[in-house]
């Protein structure tokens, strides 16, 4: 699996990440608003950005931090230790909004993830992903930005040299 190609000129309400509608290898990309799920001993990157202004990708309970900068892919590098629901909230200054700046990082087992990730395909037309947690090169898990949030896309399970 490939992700499908992002720019700035896509970005709109209707497509916050900004992919582009004629990319082919974004038709299975699954796009999800204020959660995120990955699979527990998992390496995951997540490549953060931002629509307006400076924010901070931060889940406090992990020690996990990014900054999300406007016109930038900033990549961050974890692997969650414990399944479970964590808080992910918005750690710079950023505006009037920024005390409601939250979300959710779900850590699942690779049985729940799995399941997570055929609903989600299910819920985008029936499109199956082109893989899951058995099939590291060909990760499958996207978080967009909901209005005036920082970026959480693409989040993917990873092949590593080692636990980090």
Known sequence: GKFGR???SFVSNS?????????P???DDIVTTG???VPVNRPVIAELSSKDVIHDYFVPAMRIGGDAIPGSLIPIWFTPLKTGTYEVICAQLCGLGHYGMKGTL???TP???EAWLKERAELAGGAQPASSPGAPQQPQNKLPQAAGKPEQ???QPAQSPGQL
């Open 6 to 8: 992002r720019d700035v």
């Open 15 to 23: 497509n916050p990440v900004g992919l582009d509608p004629s990319d």
């Open 25 to 27: 290898a974004g038709k």
């Open 35 to 37: 959660e995120l799920h």
């Open 106 to 108: 779900v850590v699942d």
């Open 111 to 113: 049985q729940d993830y």
């Open 153 to 155: 896309q693409p989040a």
